[in-house]
């Protein structure tokens, strides 16, 4: 299996899977008589040979729009404006030989295909079937778009590489807002946690183990790999792969997964054999130096009631000792929490501009609830739950302190003064950027959109 994606990864798949829901929410199914429904798209701006498309611009502001933000022609135009960009960006990481590896695009495109299914609430077949093209053919569109956005950031980081912001400057940013049109806060919060994952007994682990044999004997005595995956594999992308990986190069899987794969000979099917995403048995198609294509099945080991329960025993220790201040919460859940994007912070929860402080409309749904019924300064019982990576787990909460709704300041509100400030030094620095190089690139746009002055 892949190796997980970094958080700046999972943003980026994220925003890219809204793009394409956006692209697909335009199209209409299939008509009964077999012709295609999709709606006629055009061309509205050229960069050298990079195009945007009207489909672009209206899923981007059907997004903006989706998010209670009013209609608005000065939104749109900023939203083409910044497509252009991206395109120079790109044509511009093409004449200055900038490049992403195919490895990279590759990895990440079938990350964002497998959440494209598990999204869709459909089979791939009525995807397929809904919106006239296969999913290797949406797979390719996803993989220009993907490639295209990795050239972009690759480009725009080459540009801003040198970019701070200091104090100082993020004081006059905040000066520089007339007192009426500061944002108005809701309620923050500031919560942290403690993850205790459930932790597999060996008997759960041999359960996993010995489906796996079974399947392994069935293929050997003569039935399909690929059905079999299809029906048992827990990988969401055996559902359109059959289990097959396609070729990738070291590094690209988890090294457990690929120790196995430079294991086998061709044909070959291994014997159960456990990685971080759970139990496998894989089948080699072809080896070719660093490069390999393999297919396999995927079952996790499901951790039992009991095996849960020590889990909450185990917080329940921890509670009491953070609770008799034997130890303090941040500090514990440094040292023993299984959450790696929160532990290193202390357990707490952070927005997407790093402040601890969390509004009530972001916070996840679930903490919200439980919080709901907790006194500021409390920490929780502990509560089973389950990760973004579907395990099974416990966590406690530690309500530090909710601050009530209030109009946006230097010291309450710092962290997200300091983001917006420096975004807006970059949209400078690429502003002129732009002016600059837009001379090197051939550039037309729709007179459809004269008005948004883009060029001048």
């Not at 598990?118 to 006239?132: D, F, H, I, K």
């Not at 044909?267 to 995403?277: R, V």
């Not at 459809?448 to 883009?454: A, L, Q």
Request: hydrophobic share 35%; aromatic share 8%; glycine share 4%.
């Amino acid at each position: 299996m892949k190796k997980l994606p970094s958080e700046r990864t999972l943003r980026s798949i994220i925003s890219s899977l809204l793009l394409l829901t956006s692209w697909l929410a335009q199209a209409q199914p299939t008509q009964p008589d077999g012709s295609s429904g999709f709606v006629i798209d055009k061309i509205i701006a050229k960069v050298d040979n990079y195009i945007v498309l009207k489909s672009e611009l209206e899923g981007a502001y059907q997004n903006y729009l989706a998010e209670g933000n009013p209609a608005s022609s000065y939104a749109r135009c900023g939203m083409l404006n910044r497509l252009i960009v991206n395109k120079l960006l790109v044509a511009k990481a093409e004449i200055d030989s900038v490049t992403v590896s195919d490895e990279e695009v590759d990895m990440e495109t079938d990350q964002r295909m497998q959440m494209i299914l598990q999204n869709s609430g459909t089979s791939p077949e009525q995807l397929e079937q809904a919106y006239g093209k296969t999913l290797a053919e949406i797979k390719i569109e996803l993989r220009d778009q993907i490639r295209e956005q990795k050239l972009a950031r690759e480009m725009t980081s080459k540009i801003t590489k040198d970019l701070t912001i200091t104090p100082a400057e993020v004081k006059r940013f905040f000066n520089k807002i007339p007192a009426d049109s500061l944002p108005f806060y809701s309620s923050d919060v500031e919560v942290a946690q403690i993850v205790r994952v459930a932790k597999v007994s060996e008997a759960q682990k041999q359960e996993a183990r010995q489906r796996l044999a079974d399947l392994r004997n069935r293929i050997l005595s003569g039935e399909n790999f690929n059905e079999l995956a299809r029906k048992y594999s827990e990988d969401p992308s055996a559902q359109y792969n059959g289990g097959e990986m396609g070729y990738v190069g070291r590094g690209a899987m988890v090294p457990s997964f690929e120790a196995m794969a430079f294991k086998l000979r061709e044909g070959e099917i291994s014997q159960p054999f456990e990685s971080p995403f759970g139990f496998h048995i894989m089948q080699l198609i072809d080896r070719r130096g660093n490069e390999y294509n393999s297919r396999h099945i995927l079952i996790s080991a499901v951790p039992s009631a009991n095996d849960i329960d020590r889990a909450r025993q185990y917080l329940d220790s921890l509670r009491r000792k953070i609770v008799k201040d034997s130890i303090k919460f941040d500090v514990a859940a440094k040292e023993y929490s299984d959450d790696q994007a929160t532990k290193g912070l202390g357990g707490y929860f952070t927005d997407q501009d790093g402040s601890t402080r969390i509004s009530m409309r972001e916070i996840d749904p679930v903490v919200y609830l439980a919080i709901d019924t907790m006194k500021v300064g409390s920490v929780s019982q502990p509560m089973t739950y389950r990760t973004e990576q579907q395990k099974d787990a416990v966590r406690i909460l530690y309500f530090k302190n909710k601050l009530p709704p209030h109009q946006a300041n230097l010291k309450d509100d710092w962290s997200r003064i300091q983001s917006a400030a420096l975004s807006e030094k970059r949209d400078r620095i690429l502003d002129k950027w732009f002016q600059k190089s837009r001379g090197d690139v051939f550039i037309t746009i729709d007179p459809e959109f004269d008005s948004c002055n883009i060029l001048e």
